[in-house]
């Protein structure tokens, strides 16, 4: 379940959220957030506060739900950053380029946030 594979790594240094503004900001905060919970280990948290509705419900229909299915996921996860290039926010959707490092290679993912209740939420990675 290599879905959230990069935005599951962002274990070892914070997110930086600097040099943005405004929706871009907030939905980069929601990565942070993200980061802060996969190093806490709280899948709970992450799939009540950080992942969009749709993809809970899409990991909700995986055996053991979502709380197992990140579980599963934080498993394979060994010593990774990951870093923000860029966050561009339009109305209710926003995407952020990112880079990780997985086993000292770098690796470059898009993630699509989406805006649920007044806040951002991770809707999917690409």
């Known amino acids: 379940m290599a879905l959230l594979a990069v935005g599951l790594s962002a274990c ?3 997110v930086s959220t600097s040099g943005l503004k405004g929706e871009a900001k907030a939905a980069a905060e929601t ?3 993200l980061q802060s919970d996969v190093t806490a280990g709280d899948e709970k948290k992450i799939c009540q506060n950080d ?3 749709a993809l809970v419900t899409k990991l909700d229909a995986a055996e053991g739900g979502c709380e197992k ?4 996921q934080l498993t394979e996860v060994d010593s990774f950053e990951v870093t923000i290039q860029t ?4 109305g209710g959707a926003a995407t952020a380029k990112v880079k ?9 993912g898009t993630l699509s946030l ?5 806040k ?6 690409a």
Do not use: F, H, P, R
């Not at 299915?69 to 599963?72: E, G």
């Not at 966050?87 to 339009?90: G, L, R």
């Open 69 to 72: 299915a990140i579980k599963d």
């Open 31 to 33: 990565i942070k957030n």
């Open 87 to 90: 966050v561009q926010a339009a």
């Open 12 to 14: 070892a240094k914070a």
């Open 120 to 125: 951002w939420k991770i809707s999917a990675l």
């Open 51 to 53: 992942l969009a509705k």
């Open 114 to 118: 989406v805006k649920e209740g007044g």
């Open 100 to 108: 990780s490092i997985y086993s000292g290679k770098s690796k470059a």
